[in-house]
């Protein structure tokens, strides 16, 4: 007699979508313009409540300056019913020193070089990624899937 596993998909946590956030760090940023919805991967870190990034000029960029709203999803996939999603939603910045806060622009670089240590140096795997970005995270759910 053959048995089968029952498939349980159930809501994650608010802290453990946090914790997944902090410890993945690649994601994709979803963004729309009038009829145009797209989504591209972004390596990034989670600190404080903002989704840290960086990026260069190109149609992500001049999309998000026009409409903000974005969202951002991480997944972790283990197996095809064993896997953690997270999906937050909020408002995309341009983190520049000389418009606006110097504090943010500070904390942002410190923690994209504690994952990519080189990063807006001389030593940088992607200089021409020279656009820090924050997504400010207003809102964040998660599912999950088990056998």
């Known amino acids: ?19 997944m956030l902090k410890r993945l760090h690649v994601g994709r940023i979803a963004y729309s313009l009038h009829d145009r919805v797209d989504i591209q991967p972004v390596n990034y870190v989670f600190d404080d409540g903002w989704i840290v990034g ?63 240590p080189g990063t807006m140096s001389a030593d940088d795997p992607a200089p021409e990624r020279s656009i820090l970005f924050g997504v400010h995270v207003d809102e964040m759910t998660g599912r999950s899937a088990r056998t």
């Open 54 to 116: 960086r990026t260069q000029v190109g149609s992500k960029l001049s999309t998000l300056t026009h409409n903000p709203w974005c969202a951002f999803e991480v997944d972790d996939v283990r197996g095809l019913f064993d896997w953690d999603s997270v999906v937050a939603r909020g408002s995309f910045h341009i983190l520049d020193p000389e418009q606006g806060s110097v504090d943010r622009y500070r904390r942002a670089l410190a923690v994209l070089r504690e994952l990519i």
């Open 1 to 19: 007699m053959q048995t089968t596993s029952r498939l349980i998909f159930a809501d994650l946590s608010h802290t453990f979508a946090y914790a």
